[in-house]
């Protein structure tokens, strides 16, 4: 007789497990981004030994912090998650690149054409010491996307759907995604309410592509593919955004349309791919 994989908890207590994780995650993030907005202004050029510190340390406790709920609340393996580093075929991590960039292209057409050429700006970034770029580089490609996939979707999303189901476990935790952002644009972006809650709402649109990508895919790395390339082309692009202070509720609310309808391109695309190609998704076709 099979000794069984974990212990199966009833929905209420995987719903407790995941608001649990989530706001031990998101007091950790407040804490952290309050200490940064002290110590370096947006935009900066260069990049201490106490931001570093701080910003791998945040990011090292959205891993450590689901692992510890897997090891000993589930008592599960990693690889029920979705943690599974040697089991992803290089197409779920090209899959997760080219969704990446090809929604940003939409994305930068769509504000293009809503708020005009002028909202396309130079990045400063380009003025960075040679060391702070590097380490925001590296650190978007690697750690950021790493903590926020494995906190986002390898735990909550798993756990949230054991408790209501796939659909609603994707968008509760996108949504949690999405609120996970509001201590950066409070101490760090120092966002208007305006710009704070279309940038909540669009990191949630974000969470749930990626929440489907690695439902489909069974596999986290692919949805970090994601997050990595659409991290870096964001860094790399000597572009930004630059949504005016003054601008109205209508011209957000036309971008928050706009990006609902890139959300639904992107999602029809994946649901046409995991229709017609399910067994060319699953990971166990890997060699």
Same mark, same amino acid.
């Given at each position: ?61 959205? !891993?450590?912090?689901? $692992?510890?709920?897997? +090891? ?5 393996? @990693?690889? &029920?998650?979705?943690? #599974? ?96 952002? !509001?201590?950066?644009? $409070?101490?760090?972006? +120092? ?5 704070? @809650?279309? &940038?909540?709402?669009? #990191? ?84």
């Amino acid at each position: 007789m099979n000794k069984p994989n974990g212990r199966s908890l009833s929905r209420i207590k995987y719903a407790l497990a995941g608001l649990s994780a989530f706001t031990i995650g998101f007091l950790i993030t407040l804490s952290a981004r309050f200490y940064l907005s002290f110590i370096e202004m947006p935009q900066t050029s260069t990049f201490g030994p106490a931001n570093t510190a701080v910003e791998v340390a945040l990011k090292l406790s959205l !891993i450590i912090v689901p $692992i510890l709920f897997i +090891r000993f609340l589930h008592r599960e393996s @990693l690889g &029920n998650f979705g943690i #599974a580093w040697g089991e992803t075929p290089l197409r779920h991590l090209i899959m997760g690149a080219v969704i990446a960039v090809l929604w940003l292209s939409l994305e930068y057409v769509v504000l293009m054409s809503i708020w005009g050429p002028n909202v396309m700006s130079p990045d400063g970034q380009r003025d960075m010491h040679w060391n702070a770029w590097l380490f925001y580089f590296v650190h978007l490609l690697t750690l950021n996307s790493l903590g926020e996939e494995i906190e986002n979707r390898a735990y909550l999303r798993t756990v949230f759907s054991k408790a209501t189901g796939m659909r609603r476990g994707i968008i509760i935790s996108a949504v949690l995604f999405g609120i996970g952002h !509001i201590p950066i644009n $409070i101490y760090i972006y +120092r966002s208007s309410a305006a710009t704070m @809650l279309y &940038n909540v709402a669009g #990191a949630s649109i974000f969470g749930v592509v990626a929440g489907y990508l690695f439902f489909i895919t069974g596999n986290i790395l692919a949805s970090i593919s994601l997050h990595s390339a659409w991290n870096v082309t964001q860094f790399m692009l000597p572009l930004t955004i630059d949504i005016p202070l003054d601008a109205s509720f209508m011209m957000y609310a036309l971008s928050g349309l706009g990006n609902a309808i890139i959300l639904f391109i992107i999602l029809a695309l994946l649901i046409e791919v995991h229709r017609h190609k399910p067994n060319w998704l699953k990971k166990s076709e890997a060699t």
